[in-house]
């Protein structure tokens, strides 16, 4: 996929910044696996996945296969800002520690290599498989900027490309496109494709500006138009991508539902990019909006998967075997108002942390719920208490210099918040990040208005995007609980909040001069008590950093 397209890559081009129309060849980034790379330089995540170099966006072709969780993702080794994308690539066996590979897939003449998805044919029905072995199959979009700059409208098309060894080399397929552009739109991009058993097909799932076009397919090449969902439901404040349809059980209960994830830049709730979704049925032709769900969203509003500014492009992992039976997500730690200037120097962006997403009937409706992954529990190394106690019970949250704790290790660290709230409070609580400078990042939650917060306008530099800054409010609690749960996990320059067991999402990224090395809790008002508080230090992911 992408956002910027020609007149930013044109515009760089211009400065020198990178050549827009060159197709670089598998030779020249091939060694990226090699690079090296300093996992200590400022602002480098300790346990999120990042590049070895250069520029990444969007997650792409997630698929578990023999043991190991593939990562693609969006990549341009060639700058830290976006240009020709290629498909970057990396492996885990935990979802946890990552091997850095080489470039999977590269531009060629029919354009550059945009955001997509890659499944296991295990029946074999593209006729692609050798010697009797299951291939992997990338489906994903080309974006032919030469067309783009003639003035046609058919710029972007879906491709396949195939795996024998494990993902480490591909072959593009001799016939690509498999699915031509004849819809007259110029979105038209992200394919997502998952095997139907209602229909006994496959099915894509695609973004087409501002809706998503289902189409299936017997062999993965040959591919037919199904139906259209969403022209008139949800936020429509930008382009529709990035779309990812799959089942999930009701949580304590026996039905299940179809979610479908929509990415839309711009449009998110709160500025720029975000991720909205829908919970129905899918027939194997056609997605039905959920009665009980039907009510939550019409023309230009959405329910949204993660209320902070830096979540985006999410999809989730294909082929998890059955045994696991966990539907797991990953997104694009940024957001498109600012990602191409924030203040890295050898890299830009990181992903979120691998999360589980669960569906649950709640007061306010169907809800998904995220969760960090149970593995990176495996990360923890001291506990530590958050808040001092007094006697058997841990103090009032307090706001004086002398109540703030230090790291027990530089600026990774995972917390766990519960309190109780009385009916009528206006309190405003939760905790703060502070550093030798004097800056200051606030996330917690506002009783007064009902939603949590994040207040990044003194965490450091936001001198490179004026909408970077704020504070917003647009992350509301779904819980009517007289207790809330905060789980915070701080990695340098980033937090994610998982609130009420994951009912609210909030992702968002910062900047401070130096690592954040103390923190303290705040409470403003009445009516909260904090009741249990835990803390772990988090070690590095990377075996450079300790």
């Known amino acids: 996929m992408d956002k910027f397209l020609l007149p930013l890559c044109l515009t760089l081009a211009l400065l020198g910044t990178f050549a827009c129309g060159r197709s670089t060849p598998p030779e020249a980034v091939a060694g990226v696996a090699s690079v090296e790379t300093d996992y200590g ?64 897939l590269y531009p060629d003449s029919l354009g550059y290599i945009f955001s997509g998805s890659a499944v296991v044919d295990h029946r074999n029905t593209s006729g692609l498989g050798k010697e009797g072995e299951a291939p992997l199959v990338a489906i994903y979009t080309y974006h032919n900027a030469e067309r783009e700059r003639a003035g046609h ?3 972007q098309y879906q491709a396949i490309a195939y795996s024998h060894d494990r993902g480490r080399s591909w072959t593009k397929y001799a016939g690509n496109p498999v699915l031509p552009n004849n819809t007259g739109l110029r979105d038209f991009r992200d394919p997502k494709v998952s095997w139907s058993e209602a229909a006994n097909q496959w099915v894509m799932t695609l973004a087409a500006q501002d809706h998503i076009s289902f189409y299936g397919s017997d062999n993965l090449i040959d591919w037919e138009h199904l139906s259209d969902f969403g022209s008139d439901l949800g936020s429509h404040g930008g382009v529709w991508e990035c779309p990812d349809l799959f089942r999930l059980p009701v949580k304590d209960g026996d039905d299940s539902k179809h979610v479908l994830l929509v990415s839309i830049n711009p449009g998110a709730p709160n500025g720029g990019s975000g991720t909205q979704y829908f919970v129905g049925n899918f027939d194997g032709t056609t997605f039905t909006l959920d009665p009980a769900f039907a009510s939550d969203v019409t023309n230009e509003r959405g329910v949204w998967l993660d209320y902070g500014r830096d979540n985006y492009a999410g999809v989730t992992w294909s082929d998890v075997p059955e045994s696991d039976g966990r539907r797991l997500f990953l997104g694009w730690m940024s957001n498109w108002n600012y990602a191409n200037v924030v203040p890295t120097e050898t890299w830009r962006s990181a992903m979120t942390v691998p999360r589980v997403l669960t569906l649950h009937q709640t007061p306010a409706g169907y809800r998904v719920f995220s969760q960090p992954v149970a593995e990176l529990e495996t990360l923890r190394g001291s506990e530590f208490a958050v808040a001092e106690m007094e006697g058997n019970q841990p103090a009032q949250p307090a706001t004086d210099e002398s109540a703030a704790l230090a790291f027990p290790a530089p600026a990774s660290a995972e917390v766990k918040l519960r309190y109780s709230i009385e009916p009528g409070s206006q309190a405003r609580f939760g905790l703060e990040l502070l550093n030798e400078d004097g800056e200051v990042y606030r996330i917690g939650y506002d009783a007064a208005k009902g939603h949590y917060f994040s207040d990044r306008r003194a965490a450091g530099d936001h001198s490179f995007s004026d909408a970077f800054t704020g504070t917003f409010e647009q992350a509301p609690r779904i819980s009517d609980s007289g207790e809330l749960s905060m789980h915070l996990l701080i990695d340098r320059a980033s937090v994610e909040l998982f609130a009420d067991g994951g009912a609210t999402v909030v992702t968002e990224i910062f900047f401070p001069s130096t690592d954040f090395n103390r923190m303290r809790l705040f409470a403003e008002g009445e009516g909260v008590r904090l009741l249990d508080s835990q803390g772990y230090t988090l070690a590095s992911i990377w075996p450079e950093v300790r």
């Open 41 to 104: 330089e400022p602002h480098r995540p300790r346990f999120h996945f990042s590049p070895p170099a250069n520029w990444m966006n969007d997650p792409n072709g997630m698929v578990y296969h023999e043991g190991e969780y593939h990562l693609f993702y969006q990549y341009y080794p060639d700058s830290t800002v976006w240009g020709p994308m290629h498909w970057g690539h990396a492996v885990s066996t935990d979802l946890v520690h990552w091997e850095h590979l080489s470039v999977a």
């Open 153 to 155: 409208d058919d710029y």
